[in-house]
């Protein structure tokens, strides 16, 4: 039986000295309060109330038993206090420092929605990898490779003046033979994108295209990337709303598509899923991720 539905009948009854006015106080019918007495007494095993007179009265043993009912009710109140808090205390969630505060602003508000309140920590790949291993937050979104992950982000490259073409190839950015001593357009690395999957791709694309190693560099920060982008010719390694926000053409790399993966490193499995499921298309949203799975 709900023994706190009972106890909650009991007092009320033994307050207002009526099962018609506890009914009413309670906002219930009659015959409920009725039913959840006579549940209560059967449960414990004797008699709480002298039906007999014209005013209920508790019995002896109703008497006795009336200040654990009242203790019973406030406890009840008490854990019903702790588990909003509860509900409410923020899940501490280490994500990609290159989001914008705009896209970090929407996915806090928005995930309150649907009950979650978070706590956005913006880090580098490595210090979310470090704040999941010890336990600096309840969860991270960590780069993994994006046949691994659960979000997959689409890079592109991009720079300051709208390119011709639908794509940009790599190889267009080979020097000529009698431009030994001019400047040459370099592909900046921000550090998101420092990780093997990625950074050691875009190396591998560019020896085989027999571009000069300082062609594919990676930047101390972002920026310092934006800054070397926006001052030359030299594109960007990055997701297409990114670019957008820096006010940056984007465009798909020709001979590659390169891609951020995300996954979700929690200590409880609850966090990752509740990650993984009811925020996902949230948290795609703000990484510029797919939202197609």
Known sequence: MDVVAGCQAFVGVSEQGSFTLAASALRVPQSVISRRVAALEKHLGDALFERSSRRVVLTPFGADLLPSAKRLLQLADTMQHDAELARRKPLR???P???SVTRLAR???QARHEGVHLDLV????ARRAELARTLGARAALIAVPSDQGTWSVPLGLAGVAEPATEVIHLESLRPGRNRASARVRVVRIQPEDDVPHVRDRLNRLRDALALRPSQVVVA???????????DSDDLLLC????AEELGLFWRPVGEMRPTRGYGVAAAATSDAERLRTR???????CLGAQEER
């Open 239 to 242: 997701p297409e709303v990114q």
């Open 279 to 285: 925020l996902w298309p949230l948290i795609a949203r």
């Open 93 to 95: 969630l280490a994500v």
């Open 220 to 230: 101390a920060s972002l920026t310092t990337a934006v800054a070397e982008v926006l």
């Open 97 to 99: 420092d290159t989001c």
């Open 122 to 125: 913006p880090a580098g790949p």
């Open 107 to 109: 996915l806090e508000a």
